[in-house]
């Protein structure tokens, strides 16, 4: 999932900003802060795996949050708005983190009550699934009183509905898991099964999807898939109201079935949420209700949303924001002051940014030149401009820490000794493909940090050899642009992190040649043999140990043998509330607060 910039658990697509030793790198940070041993901890406990629950579970309604209470306005201030609101276009954390106020699936997170221990249970379904054949057929029961916001029943006609669509040509910056599973394919070749989704009158099989009366819907895969539950816990494969689809307009007016309804969006102004009558608690082991009204103002930057939150004033003590972090300048003195930091979360993400070197690109067919780029990038002012080591660990790899597979010693281009680049080797390389001085269009999120971590390192490029010019990229539709084929950019960054604990949700979605289309997050337009020889072995490997090791040798050989990436950090997250706030907790899974669990002292 990309993070809000960014990808994540279950498309809870979710944040950034991650620490635990960076050497050789000046701070831009605190040094308030001695948790390298509590990050580790943090890190390895999210590679564990997430157990699936039974019926019990899967009841309603969630647990009470200790001391909340109901009623109240919370505001919420957000850098970016809401390029997507239908379910199935939904892959990056902002979006995600809101889809678990407004959206529900067959199945969930459900959070312990500090938000560090999960288990998928039954969200719409009564439990997780029921599989008796190692994951070939998976059986899903639908709960009694469930309804979307428009009081009309949820029933297997809306799920069917929201599985066909998928294969329509519109829907196409979504995940792709459960298509590709249900097709027997990798890549694109999945849409050939319905091409136009459900809207021509045809449908799914029985032999494939099978809906036989209003409350069951049954999965049938021609191969195991024991992941399903973890799948249809993502905000892309949420519920879509048969009814109320409208096609391409759905995206900015869903029929929502989670606990708030959209009273109003103006796209990068605001959104108004409101409480969803239709939203039966008993029915949800997940979510909770306690916020009458939910506001949210757009284009408000870190340092804005921080200023406002510290001040503490007014409406906004009573104010969080789901995506947005400490910015850098205030970081330090946050942590340092006990008063402030007690208002602050903080918690490990499984994001992992990335410098993507776009293949498409001619002039980027010479690996002398893409090795250049990977000696030359300075990823000490990405650090820096998140808030240094309080913020973010530089990375070595494309595997996160908080993933199975990770290798803390693998740093192919040197970054954890030499962060700030090293432009002498570069530009050996660049003399030996006898191409000094080539223009590099460096595509840049248009927001201070982008700004300020871009005007470094295209320095550090230029020191190198490179004539870099920088192309700004609105921060609302940033992942929209850089993933469109014929997008200008030759190098940009992105940040992807795992759907679920496993690298099965980082390499192929990422570097799978099959899966490049527009819309795709194959970024770096790459198509490997090797590569797409290596996901389908490994894909059928039961034992997620031999997995998690094949897995990393793709990393390995991806940044060794092709050059398409440069790991520039991996992310932690640390946000702030207003006095007023209760029940502000990170979860791990959503990779920053948990808004389900917020209510108004």
């Known amino acids: 999932m990309s993070r809000g910039g960014r990808h994540a658990y279950a498309a809870l697509s979710v944040l950034a900003a991650g620490a635990l030793v ?4 000046s701070k831009g940070g605190s040094d308030a802060s001695d948790n390298n041993k509590q990050d580790q901890e943090n890190a390895k406990r999210q590679q564990s795996s997430i157990k699936f629950g039974d019926a019990a579970d899967s009841q309603g309604p969630a647990a ?10 919370m505001e919420v201030l957000q850098r970016d708005s809401f390029a997507h609101l239908d379910p199935a276009q939904i892959y990056v954390s902002d979006e995600g983190a809101l889809s678990q106020l407004i959206h529900r699936g067959l199945t969930g997170y459900k ?3 500090n938000g560090k221990t999960h288990e998928v249970v039954g969200d719409l379904a009564t439990d997780s699934g029921t599989t008796t054949d190692g994951g070939k057929t998976w059986k899903y029961t639908l709960k009694d009183g469930i309804k979307f916001a428009d009081g009309t029943a949820i029933t297997s006609k809306d799920i069917r509905q929201t599985f066909e669509r998928q294969f329509a040509s519109f829907i196409n910056t979504g995940p792709t898991y459960i298509q590709q599973w ?9 849409r050939k099964l319905l091409p136009d989704g459900p809207y021509k009158g045809k449908h799914l099989p029985d032999s494939i999807l099978q809906t036989p009366d209003d409350k069951t819907i049954v999965f049938k895969f021609k191969t195991a898939h024991p992941d399903l539950p973890y799948a249809l816990a993502m905000a ?7 009814k109320g689809d409208t096609k391409e307009k759905y995206d900015k007016n869903p029929v929502t079935s989670g606990p708030y309804k959209i009273q109003s969006f103006k796209s990068g102004k605001s959104m108004v949420l409101v409480k969803n009558t239709n939203w039966d608690p008993k029915t949800d082991p997940i979510r909770n209700q306690y916020v009458n009204q939910w506001n949210f103002t757009f284009n408000q930057q870190y340092e804005q949303s921080t200023k406002a939150l510290l001040a503490d004033t007014g409406a906004d003590q009573a104010g969080i924001s789901l995506t947005n972090q400490v910015d850098a300048g205030n970081l330090s003195n946050v942590l340092k002051d006990p008063k402030m930091k007690a208002r602050t979360i903080s918690g490990y993400q499984p994001y992992v940014g990335q410098m993507n070197i776009n293949l498409s690109k001619p002039e980027l067919k010479d690996i002398n030149v893409r090795k250049a780029i990977a000696y030359a990038l300075p990823v000490t002012p990405f650090i820096r401009a998140y808030g240094g080591t309080d913020a973010m660990e530089v990375a070595g790899g494309l595997i996160s820490p908080t993933v199975s597979g990770y290798d803390p010693s693998f ?31 460096f595509g840049y999120i248009n927001t201070p940090e982008g700004q300020q971590y871009s005007t470094a390192m295209a320095a550090g490029l230029k020191k190198a050899g490179f004539d870099v010019q920088r192309q700004e990229i609105p921060a609302e ?12 950019y030759d190098i940009f960054h992105t940040a992807w992190g795992a759907d679920w604990p496993s690298a099965s949700t980082v390499i192929p979605p990422l570097y799978d040649g ?17 590569v797409n020889s290596e996901i389908d072995r490994i894909n059928k490997i039961t034992d997620p140990v031999k997995a998690a090791q094949g897995w990393e040798e793709i990393d390995k050989y991806l940044l060794t043998k092709v050059v398409n990436e440069v790991p520039t950090g991996y992310y932690k997250q640390i946000q702030i509330a207003g006095s007023k706030v209760g029940g502000f907790v990170y979860d791990d899974v959503i990779g920053g607060v948990d808004p389900r669990r917020l209510y108004i002292k």
């Open 22 to 25: 960076l050497t050789g790198c």
């Open 64 to 73: 009470a949050v200790k001391g909340a209470k109901s009623g109240g306005t």
């Open 111 to 113: 959070a312990s009550g």
């Open 182 to 190: 249900l097709a027997n394919t990798s890549g694109t070749e999945y």
């Open 236 to 242: 892309g494969y949420a519920v879509v109201s048969a």
């Open 411 to 441: 740093d192919p281009y040197g970054k954890k000794k030499k962060p700030a680049g090293d432009p002498a080797k570069a530009k050996e390389l660049l003399k030996k493909a006898g191409k000094l001085n080539m223009k590099l269009t």
């Open 477 to 488: 539709s940033y992942y929209d642009q850089v993933s469109k084929l014929n997008n200008t």
């Open 514 to 530: 099959r899966q490049i289309a527009d819309g795709a997050s194959n970024y770096s337009q790459v198509n490997d043999e090797h």
